[in-house]
């Protein structure tokens, strides 16, 4: 048994920047996907034409590709036709894509929850469907789905770690470089799944809180 | 004033598929005055009224509020005919995470221009009219039904409408808070509010109805003033109906 504490601490440093990046670029994610899936959603659930089509095959097309490949897409494939994106936004783009397009159906479900009657009901009042949406239905969807969109999330944020793949220093990145200059598997290796789990207790223990504050007006 | 109807309904025609839920409906509503829709099950009073604010877009026939008639066709003129009709459903459906209060402001604020002041003002004014200003700050999951059901009418009079809807809104409650309800709605009758009510309660009707619709079968059988329409139906049809209901329809009478 040959576990080396020292080293670990020697690489403390590293490993926190790489942590920082994996921090940064996950949240900025979480929350732009959150955009997109209540954007989606509202365009499924509104009917609004053509759009509607097109949200459902995006949906489609990233539910049914690897997201390795999606990533490999964006920064190999998309300057092939003059889009150059940085490391950190393509990783960005990729992570918000890739669960934006889960969130839309996270929403879907659950928007399929809220009844027709509070539709009529906002109607009658004289509201748009727009305003019925993000007044009425989303806020009450998203309670509904907050279980589901923090799972999503929580994939998000362990799927940061592709983007090693493409050379963004992030943590697993910083992982596999000491690795190959010092073989310390082991360590490392034990290194971030730890810093992996402490992160998704974090998130984990953040919706919790989110839940209680947002179920206030169903507690008597 | 001007003799001409607030609401006038010529003609009106509804499918649902195969199925024709409105035949040739046609109805005036005189301002300040209460019409009751009577009628069976199935029958299309709440199709109808749903008709009157575009809940449910009539087929053919013509619609006219207040001396303008409506596009059909034209979503944007049934939003804004909406917010010269309030609606109160029989479900209640106030918004759940929502307060009392932002039920009641919302669509003002959004819909009116109101200030949240101004909106809030009002708000606190109508509640304290239905003996509720001091729930404001309650959510409705903690009100009862009676209670719920009163905020909404309160809600929809926010909207400073010309004419209320009310479908069914004492059929999910209990005989102890449906009295609460009807009389909210008898006082805004004696107010002048013009309202078009489809009930089963028939000792309201009687007592606070101006004219009784009844309808069977997606039609207007026969239409008059309470006391010759309970008291000698011209119709078959509505006699039967009228004698199914009366051992109980009393029993309410307040």
């Known amino acids: ?220 | 004033m001007s003799a001409e109807p607030l609401i006038s309904l010529r003609g009106l025609e509804k499918r649902f598929g195969a199925f024709q839920a409105l035949h040739g409906i046609d109805l005036d509503v005189e301002a300040g005055s209460v019409v009751v829709l009577i009628g069976p099950s199935g029958s299309g009073k709440s199709t109808l009224i749903r008709c009157i604010n575009g809940l449910v877009r009539p087929d053919a026939g013509s619609l006219s509020v207040a001396g303008r008639s409506v596009d059909l066709g034209d979503e944007g003129a049934w939003q804004r005919l909406r917010t010269e009709i309030g609606m109160v459903f029989q479900d209640y459906a106030l918004f759940p995470h929502l307060t009392v209060l932002r039920n009641m402001t919302l669509a003002p604020m959004r819909r009116l221009g109101l200030s949240r002041a101004e909106a809030e003002a009002q708000a606190r004014a109508l509640l304290a009219r239905v003996g509720l200003a001091h729930k404001a700050e309650d959510f409705p999951g903690a009100l009862s039904g009676g209670q719920q059901q009163r905020v909404a009418i309160v809600r929809a009079l926010a909207m400073r409408p010309k004419a209320i809807l009310f479908d069914e809104p004492t059929s999910a409650l209990d005989p102890e808070t449906i009295v609460d309800v009807l009389d909210v709605m008898r006082g805004l009758a004696r107010d002048g509010t013009t309202m078009v009510v489809v009930t089963h309660e028939m000792g309201f009707a009687r007592e606070v109805a101006d004219r009784v619709v009844f309808m069977a079968e997606g039609a207007i059988v026969e239409e008059g003033p309470p006391d010759a329409l309970f008291g000698a139906p011209l119709h078959a049809r509505t006699q039967a109906f009228l004698s199914l209901l009366r051992p109980t329809s009393e029993a309410l009478h307040a």
């Not at chain 1, 732009?32 to 097309?61: I, K, M, Q």
């Open chain 1, 1 to 220: 048994m040959d576990f080396d504490l020292a080293y670990l601490m020697a690489q403390g440093p590293a490993l926190m920047r790489g942590l920082w990046l994996t921090v940064q670029v996950s949240l900025i994610s979480i929350v732009l996907s959150v955009l997109v899936g209540l954007l989606g959603a509202a365009v499924r659930v509104l009917e609004v034409p053509v759009l509607d089509r097109v949200v459902a095959a995006y949906v489609e097309f990233i539910r049914n590709t690897p997201m390795l490949a999606q990533l490999f897409f964006i920064f190999y494939g998309l300057p092939g036709i003059g889009l150059k994106l940085s490391l950190f936004w393509s990783g960005v783009l990729c992570l918000t894509l890739w669960a934006g397009a889960y969130q839309i159906e996270n929403l879907r479900g659950g928007l399929a929850t809220v009844g027709k009657g509070l539709r009529e009901a906002s109607y009658a009042l004289g509201l748009t469907p727009w305003r019925f949406f993000h007044l009425v239905a989303a806020p009450l969807a998203i309670r509904v789905a907050l279980p589901a969109m923090l799972n999503t999330a929580i994939s998000l944020l362990k799927n940061s770690s592709y983007l090693q793949a493409i050379g963004l220093a992030e943590l697993t990145y910083v992982a596999i470089d000491r690795i190959s200059m010092d073989f310390r598997t082991l360590e490392m290796f034990a290194a971030i799944c730890v810093i992996y789990l402490a992160l998704v207790l974090v998130l984990s223990f953040l919706a919790s809180r989110l839940e209680f504050r947002l179920n206030a007006p169903f507690r008597h």
